[in-house]
Antibody, heavy 120, light 111 residues
Framework: QVQLVQSGAEVKEPGASVKVSCKAS????????ITWVRQAPGQGLEWMGW????????NYAQRLQGRVTMTTDTSTSTAYMELRSLRSDDTAFYYC?????????????WGQGTLVTVSS | QSVLTQPPSVSGAPGQRVTISCTGS?????????VHWYQQLLGTGPKLLIY???NRPSGVPDRFSGSKSGTSASLAITGLQAEDEGDYYC???????????FGGGTKLTVL
């Protein structure tokens, strides 16, 4: 069965960096892109960007450009999302999901979410 | 505000039909990009409900249906059940942003 398992919750100080992992299983990792989505407490979903698992191409949301990096390790079927220069408004659940932004199949499987708390 | 516009809330009694609209523009829904819908129940992550405008993933009841016309899309839920209560989001791709976009979400209350 398809599964995306994310790393555990993180607490970071403002200005620090966080790296969240997303380990895929149950399918051929390089056949689907990985998209990252975040959700601040009580707020809606925000598309952060996607990474091509075969091409390693990336596409990031404009508001996160320069602070976010999405990568993959095909040897372990794991995707990573690193966010730098953290601010308090980066406090959110971070989700990885299988699929790209412009596909016709949507984001069909999601990780369980990783809570990142930014606080001094 | 979100690129895709959804009503903040809708409600209906058990057994009734409700619809949730998702209004975009010529650079996203109107450009022919697919619309997808996600359901998020309280305390859980999002779940794909409708993909490619009208298709249901395996396991999603046929009480849920999607449609698209012009620059808008809609999600219809018939035979409302208490377990349907939660947040619903539409999602598409925007060519001017070169990015995926979500609607602001709609909270469904079953009265």
């Amino acid at each position: 069965q398809v599964q995306l398992v994310q790393s555990g919750a993180e607490v970071k100080e403002p200005g620090a960096s966080v790296k969240v992992s997303c380990k895929a299983s149950g399918y051929t990792f390089t056949s689907y892109d990985i998209t990252w989505v975040r959700q601040a407490p009580g707020q809606g979903l925000e598309w952060m960007g996607w990474v091509g698992t075969y091409s390693a191409k990336t596409n990031y949301a404009q508001r996160l450009q320069g602070r976010v990096t999405m990568t993959t390790d095909t040897s372990t079927s794991t995707a990573y999302m690193e966010l730098r220069s953290l601010r308090s408004d980066d406090t959110a659940f971070y989700y990885c999901a299988r699929g790209g932004a412009s596909t016709s199949s949507g984001l069909d499987y999601w990780g369980q979410g990783t809570l990142v708390t930014v606080s001094s | 505000q979100s690129v895709l516009t959804q009503p903040p809330s809708v409600s209906g009694a058990p057994g009734q039909r409700v619809t949730i609209s998702c209004t975009g523009s010529s650079s996203n829904i109107g450009a022919g990009y697919s619309v997808h819908w996600y359901q998020q129940l309280l305390g859980t992550g999002p779940k794909l409900l409708i993909y490619g405008n009208t298709n249901r993933p395996s396991g999603v009841p046929d009480r849920f249906s999607g449609s698209k016309s012009g620059t808008s899309a809609s999600l219809a839920i018939t035979g409302l059940q208490a377990e349907d209560e939660g947040d619903y989001y539409c999602q598409s791709y925007d060519s001017s942003l070169s990015a995926g976009v979500f609607g602001g979400g709609t909270k469904l209350t079953v009265l």
